[in-house]
């Protein structure tokens, strides 16, 4: 059973920065794409950025040049480093791989 638990929200002030953590357990973790969607309130759930097994990245035109996904194979663990944030970025932040969701991580990001 596949296990995603995401780390790392909470509240920011513009123009600062945050970095998410998602723990992944009943995989095997290097083999698969691990991804980071984010919800903010009254929307859709949309994709921000996805890391493959090779670590090649894709990131969303709204966090690009600011978010940075990375992984730690050996650590089972996939980070989301979030610079520069905008308050049109607060949104519940949710790790994601095969059909599995972590419960996600709120980030608030306000003056």
């Known amino acids: 059973q596949v296990q995603l638990v995401e780390s790392g929200g909470g509240m920011v002030q513009p123009g600062g920065s945050l970095r998410l953590s998602c723990a992944a357990s009943?995989?095997?973790?290097?083999?698969?794409?691990m991804g980071w969607y984010r919800q903010a309130p009254g929307n859709q759930r949309e994709w921000v950025a996805d890391i493959t097994p090779s670590s090649a990245s894709n990131y969303a035109d709204s966090v690009k040049g600011r978010f940075t996904i990375s992984r730690d194979n050996a650590r089972n663990t996939v980070y989301l480093q979030m610079n520069s944030l905008k308050p049109e970025d607060t949104a519940v932040y949710y790790c994601?791989?095969?059909?599995?969701w972590g419960k996600g991580t709120l980030v608030t990001v306000s003056s």
């Open positions: 994601k791989t095969l059909s599995s």
């Open positions: 009943g995989i095997n973790f290097k083999f698969y794409t």
